[in-house]
């Protein structure tokens, strides 16, 4: 069965770039989506199509996908931003989520 | 507005069943695809299943296949999904979510519910 891996923390200084990856074999030639979810929160769609952005979302987060990495890249980082945050991808009917990452803005 | 809304969790003895529902309103629902999504306790995000829109397809993970069983009344706006067998290993929050793309191109889950809590324990 296919696999995403995460790392499962990062710490960024406000205002600086927090990049997170998302890693799986032939990852680039997928759709590749991502989540954040705070603290006793539902989580909520960041990305989709490895660089869209819902309505809603700030311009902050953009991502990419190429070869087998995902990334999730939060420009200019804010305290709101810390959460958890996980990759998603459709592979073979079924649905594969990464292990999360942590985010800590300190 | 899109809303969600799980119900049906609670406290369950091992090898018991319960029925999640999930009431889904402002949207077409019968365009969508749905799915379950669980969490365990300080766990990260895991997916049970998926039905198309009208019912046809629906697919499960592994490990509840054969216990699980996914469905839906488009008449009643509504997502369901009845559990047999459970194990402590269920334990967990179930969140039902949407499909966003109606064209199946891309599987993302535009709109999450607020989730129902189901643990399994004696």
């Known amino acids: 069965s296919y696999e995403l891996t995460q790392p499962p923390s990062l710490s960024v200084s406000p205002g600086q770039t927090a990049s997170i990856t998302c890693s799986g074999h032939k990852l680039g030639d997928k759709n590749a989506c991502w989540y954040q979810q705070k603290p006793g929160q539902s989580p909520v769609l960041v990305i989709y199509e490895d660089s869209k952005r819902p309505s809603g979302i700030p311009e902050r987060f953009s991502g990419s996908n190429s070869g087998n990495t995902a990334t999730l890249t939060i420009s200019g980082t804010q305290a709101m931003d810390e959460a958890d945050y996980y990759c998603?991808?459709?592979?073979?009917?079924?649905?594969?989520f990464g292990g999360g990452t942590k985010l800590t803005v300190l | 507005q899109v809303q969600l809304v799980e119900s049906g969790g609670g406290l369950v003895k091992p090898g018991g069943s319960l029925r999640l529902s999930c009431a889904a309103s402002?949207?077409?629902?019968?365009?969508?695809?749905m799915s379950w999504i669980r969490q365990a306790p300080g766990k990260g995000l895991e997916w049970v299943s998926y039905?198309?829109?009208?019912?046809?397809?629906?697919y499960y993970t592994d490990s509840v296949k054969g216990r699980f069983t996914t469905s839906r009344d488009n008449a009643k706006n509504s997502l369901y999904l009845q559990m047999n067998s459970l194990r402590a290993e269920d334990t967990a929050v179930y969140y039902c979510?949407?499909?966003?793309?109606?064209?199946?191109?891309?599987?993302?889950?535009?709109?999450w519910g607020q989730g129902t809590l189901v643990t399994v324990s004696s």
């Open positions: 039905i198309s829109n009208r019912g046809r397809t629906i």
């Open positions: 402002g949207f077409t629902y019968s365009d969508y695809y």
């Open positions: 979510a949407r499909v966003g793309d109606t064209a199946i191109v891309t599987f993302e889950y535009d709109y």
């Open positions: 998603q991808v459709w592979d073979s009917s079924t649905v594969v």
